[in-house]
């Protein structure tokens, strides 16, 4: 990693170039990326168990992770929601720091498992989180019937989710991220 990157904890003087970062690097039109908002930001930095961070060159922000200590209905799992890092200075290890800064606060939060979930063909994100201690669990796939009444835009990955109904859903341990080990039906 570039020596002048440091990693610090995430506070309100980076919201601003965190959103722009996550709306450069994330496509908002594409599940699981649709609930990619403020709101989503926010709720993580009011949550008690917080552990985000933000990668800074100077006062450029390069690099965030943004966990917390929600997970489903689960006290001591933890939950990994948005990892990223600016395309100008990927490959260079910002992410893997990020991902020992937000793990590590994680586990003296008191988290027995630190849950993430990533998009089948994210190679880049899959790899990074296997060299950074996580496996892959179970497999869940969101099958999606769109009604045939109504004409929508794009093809059937162009499911919103309006901001907060994925966090809303995690919590109810319906589905986690992507859809990724929701709770077994019982
Ligand atoms: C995923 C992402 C955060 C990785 O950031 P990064 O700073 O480039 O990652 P690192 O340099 O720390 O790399 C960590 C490991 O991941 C692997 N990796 C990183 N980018 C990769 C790529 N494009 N293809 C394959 N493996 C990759 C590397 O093998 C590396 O391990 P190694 O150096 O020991 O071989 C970055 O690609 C990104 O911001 N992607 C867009 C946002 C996103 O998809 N976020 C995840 C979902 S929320």
Redesign the pocket.
Known sequence: MHPDIAIVPMGLGHLRQVIDLGYQ??DTHAKP?TSWSLTSVAEHLDSAGKSCWVAVDSDRVV?FVLASMEFELREDWAYL?????S?D?????????LMTACCDLLFRHGAARIVTD??NH????A??MR??GFTEGTTVTLFVRPNPDETIAGDDEQVTLGPGTKRDLIRRGRITGDGRHGRLPR
């Open positions: 690097v994330f990326y690099g929601e948005w990892i990223a890092v395309p200075v990927q490959g260079h290890g910002i992410a893997s720091k990533v998009e994210n190679t880049a994100s790899t990074m060299r950074n």
